[in-house]
């Protein structure tokens, strides 16, 4: 092989492994996050029903949305690392008051994962609420060699934290500490 | 006999989705597939939990059924490798080294196996029986699940990433065609008499009709968000989708109308039917269980629990 092939073949693995573009990798990741709220499910609700309205989580610092709660909508929402990712909703059902959305638009620097999907929903809990936010998602680098920065672990981690910081938001909110 | 014969095969070689019939007296026995917890477990109908687990290298993906040995060979995306599990013996004979990131499998008679490589965008061919070197076809973007028809002369494969359905010969390994789905096909399902097959595409929630004869897209029908999973009974008249993001099995019947929808549990794809078409077996990978669907109510009647992520169910008569 000559030096020549050798430096593209290179290239191409560096570009291969750098711009996985929006890849759905064949190994899904998933997390699972629950807070208990003390308010009744409706309170709840009431705060994250709008697809639009992300201003409960502290991880988001700006929201721009279309399409309302329909099958359909989406949202462009800016994460605290100032980084762009867009989401489009799939299912809204007030009765059981929960949506499921995905990732239209992915964003590695916003978040290490190459694709989601997530479920957020409230359910009554004794005298409260509990809500429970589910993610199924992929590694930011859906090749077999992924860098520590874009691997299982790594997008693992990410989601659940960010999970974890948009329900603690939200129980601040509704309990009226924040 | 001819009959049952391609019967044996049209069931085995659907990979996340099986149908089966017509084989009287021969003992069905259920196999879900679990990604997390790298497991091949067969589960009970009666006893209502799973009977025994094989043990399997990391991150098992999708998996085929030999049509004419009890073998069982299962992909390994993350490991680059296809394990050959031995069902009778439960336990892995051996494992096959492949290229790029393995996913969809089918294996014909006479222990042909062919293994879709999703990052590579290709499908290679390997005589498991003999010393003929692999050889490899070109598919589209992100090749899936794949499918053989019960004669065993064409080859389906979904391409997740190109929106497309490629129909390969088998015979000369050439492209008869290849055809436009909906958005992200990845799940596909051949009705028991092998003349539609159905394509559940992922982003557009749809499910896409092929006649297998003019290898076009007939009909397009609306399933529910994300269909990762899709089965069709034995009679021909009703196909079962998994709503992925919507945690449901949607029934599609009749020639159009809304679906009936089945609650299961978080995150279902795999899904298989009984010979009997009256049981339908659902791998819901988020909650680490299989539903099991009466389709004669429309209603989950049961849940199996089972090793983590479990992604694929398939059904064998075989007597192992």
């Not at chain 1, 997390?31 to 989580?57: H, M």
């Not at chain 2, 499918?147 to 129909?167: C, D, G, H, I």
Request: hydrophobic share 40%.
């Amino acid at each position: 092989m000559t030096l020549f092939a050798r430096m593209m073949g290179a290239l191409a693995l560096w570009i291969g492994a750098t711009a996985p573009g929006l890849a759905h990798g064949p190994t899904p990741q998933k997390a699972e996050e629950k807070i208990t709220i003390a308010a009744p499910p409706a309170k709840v609700w009431a705060a994250l029903k709008e697809f639009a309205d992300f201003s409960w989580n502290p991880g988001i610092t700006k929201t721009e949305a279309t399409g309302g709660n329909a099958a359909g909508a989406t949202r462009t929402i800016t994460l605290k690392n100032g980084k762009v990712l867009v989401e489009g909703l799939d299912e809204y059902t007030a009765e059981s008051m929960s949506y499921g959305y995905r990732l239209s638009t992915e964003n590695l620097e916003a978040l290490p994962v190459s694709f989601y999907s997530a479920t957020i929903a409230v359910t009554p809990a004794g005298e409260g609420s509990e809500v429970t936010w589910i993610g199924r998602f992929y590694r930011g680098d859906t090749s077999n060699f992924p860098p520590e920065n874009l691997n299982d672990e790594a997008a693992v981690k990410a989601m659940t934290e960010f999970l974890q910081e948009g329900l603690t938001g939200l129980k601040a909110k509704v309990e009226g500490k924040s | 006999m001819r009959r049952n014969l391609s019967w044996m095969r049209a069931a085995a070689l659907l990979s996340a989705c099986l149908v089966y019939a017509d084989v009287a007296g021969a003992a069905e026995r259920i196999y879900v597939l679990s990604q997390t917890g790298a497991k091949l477990t067969e589960i009970g109908d009666e006893a209502g939990d799973a009977l025994s687990s094989i043990a399997l290298d990391k991150a098992p993906a999708t998996l085929a059924l030999a049509p004419d040995a009890p073998l069982a060979y299962v992909t390994h995306p993350d490991l680059g490798s296809v394990s050959v599990v031995d069902l009778a013996e439960q336990r892995v004979l051996r494992t096959i080294k492949m290229p790029g990131s393995p996913f969809g499998v089918a294996v014909a008679s006479g222990g042909r196996l062919y293994v879709a490589d999703w990052n590579g965008d290709e499908i290679s061919v390997i005589e498991t029986a003999g010393e003929k070197p692999a050889r490899t076809v070109k598919a589209g973007r992100a090749p899936a699940h794949l499918l053989l028809t019960p004669n065993e002369k064409l080859l389906f494969v979904a391409n997740r990433e190109s929106n497309s359905v490629s129909a390969i010969r088998t015979e000369d390994l050439t492209i008869a065609a290849t055809i436009p789905v909906g958005h992200a096909p990845f799940a596909i399902a051949l009705s028991p008499d092998a003349k539609r097959l159905y394509v559940g595409n992922v982003q557009s929630g749809n499910v896409s009709v092929i006649d297998v004869e003019q290898l076009a897209v007939i009909e397009t029908r609306k399933s529910g968000a994300m269909p990762y999973g899709a089965a069709v009974t034995p009679d021909g008249a009703r196909v079962l989708i998994t709503n992925q993001q919507s945690g449901s099995v949607a029934v599609l019947a009749g020639e159009n109308g809304t679906p009936s929808s089945i609650r299961v549990g978080g995150y279902p794809e795999g899904i298989a039917i009984r010979a009997d078409g009256r049981r339908a077996y659902v791998a819901n990978w988020f909650s680490d269980d299989v539903s099991v669907l009466d389709l004669d109510s429309l209603k989950e009647i049961r849940r199996i629990k089972c090793p983590g992520g479990p992604r694929s169910v398939v059904i064998s008569h075989r007597k192992p």
